[in-house]
């Protein structure tokens, strides 16, 4: 049984920073594509950033592109979200997602394995 956990988020202010992490369980994630989504409510749930550990190929929405820093951890088993210069507009719940192929993509029905999820909110 695989399992996602995702711990760090919480409540800033606009201009500030928060990191996000993901521990991951039930298998060995070497050949895995880890990746963060976030989803307001009512709308659908956006990609935000990839990371293959195979081939360190890491891709990220436009949105978030220089503000947001996608890493893996030493244990392989664990993938951060680096957030700074954060907005309002970055307010949702974000998921950690996990693909059972090592290639990147953005779109969420390719992923096989979610996260419950963890809040961030940006004030203004």
């Known amino acids: 049984q695989v399992q996602l956990v995702e711990s760090g988020g919480g409540l800033v202010q606009a201009g500030g920073s928060l990191r996000l992490s993901c521990a991951a369980s039930?298998?060995?994630?070497?050949?895995?594509?880890m990746g963060w989504f976030r989803q307001v409510q009512g709308k659908e749930r956006e990609f935000v950033a990839a990371i293959s550990w195979v081939a360190s190929n890491i891709r990220y929405a436009d949105s978030v592109k220089g503000r947001f820093t996608i890493s893996r951890g030493n244990a392989k088993n664990t993938v951060s979200l680096q957030m700074n210069s954060l907005k309002p507009e970055d307010t949702a719940v974000y998921y950690c997602a996990a693909r059972r192929l090592y290639t990147t993509t953005a779109e969420a029905r390719d992923y096989d394995y979610w996260g419950q999820g963890t809040q961030v909110t940006v004030s203004s």
């Open positions: 039930g298998r060995t994630f070497g050949d895995y594509c």
